[in-house]
C-alpha cells in the first residue's frame, strides 16, 4: 500500500479493474517509467502516468476497461 496520498487514491481506482496485487505493481512500475518512486508521485504526473497505464493494462482488461481506468486516474487531478 502506497504512502502518497495520490498514489493511494490511483491504487483506489485500480484494485477493483485488476486487484491489489496488479494495482499495486501498476503503480510501481508506472512510477519508475516516470524516474520517480510512488510515494514521489504529483499531480502533474497524473496524465503521463495514465497515459502509460491505460497502453499497459490493455493487455490484461481489454482497451474499454483500461481506458476507462486511466480516465479515472487522469481525473484525480
Do not use: C, F, W
Not at 2 to 22: F, H, Y
Not at 29 to 52: C, M, Q
Not at 54 to 73: C, E, I, P, R, S
Request: net charge negative.
Amino acid at each position: 500500500m502506497a504512502t502518497n496520498l495520490l498514489a493511494q487514491r490511483i491504487e483506489d481506482v485500480l484494485t477493483p479493474v485488476v486487484g491489489t496485487v496488479l494495482a499495486s505493481v501498476s503503480i510501481e512500475v508506472e512510477a519508475k517509467r516516470l524516474g520517480k518512486t510512488p510515494d514521489a508521485i504529483t499531480r502533474d504526473d497524473l496524465s503521463p502516468l495514465a497515459d502509460n497505464l491505460a497502453t499497459a493494462l490493455v493487455l490484461v482488461v481489454g482497451k474499454d476497461l483500461a481506458d476507462a481506468a486511466a480516465g479515472q486516474v487522469r481525473m484525480l487531478a
